[in-house]
């Protein structure tokens, strides 16, 4: 049996450093990634294969992030000086339609969630007398007041 030069021993430990680099989410340039795992289940839920070429799922990424990094930067110029505000984006995307229309049903849903959680905190912090109703920032208040032992 022959021993591995030296050569193929580093190309190994090359193959190594590459996987490792790959389970970690970052990149050749050393930037994490950030949406792998959501773009990869996108991309098979819009008919590729379940496990996307990386290269693929890499360059979407990219253009996610550009995107993401422009909107944001388009939306701080818009309103107040460097704060992004949800009136912004709705400024940006009022031109596009779906967009628009994807923004305001994230919105709706949003509130909705709000309203739902509310009421799910008044229903639970009711205690045996129904007249009292504790919401979630009341209760937290009242523990940092009375300690609990």
């Not at 229309?101 to 994230?106: E, G, S």
């Not at 739902?116 to 007249?131: L, Q």
Request: glycine share 4%; with cysteine.
């Amino acid at each position: 049996m022959a021993t591995p030069s030296s050569d193929t021993a580093d190309q190994f430990d090359q193959f190594d450093d590459e996987e490792a680099e790959q389970q970690l989410g970052a990149t050749a340039s050393g930037r994490k990634r950030l949406f792998s795992k959501e773009l990869r289940c996108m991309m098979y839920g819009f008919g590729d294969d379940k496990n996307p070429y990386t290269e693929s799922v890499d360059f979407l990424e990219d253009l996610v992030i550009e995107f993401i990094t422009e909107t944001t930067h388009k939306a701080m110029e818009v309103g107040r000086p460097g704060r992004v505000q949800v009136e912004d984006i709705i400024f940006l995307v009022r031109k596009d339609p779906r967009k628009y229309a994807r923004v305001k049903d994230l919105l709706t849903m949003n509130e909705e969630l709000k309203k739902a959680r509310k009421a799910f905190d008044e229903v639970k912090y009711v205690g045996k007398r129904p007249t009292i109703v504790i919401d979630r920032h009341d209760a937290l208040r009242l523990m940092q007041v009375t300690p609990i032992y």
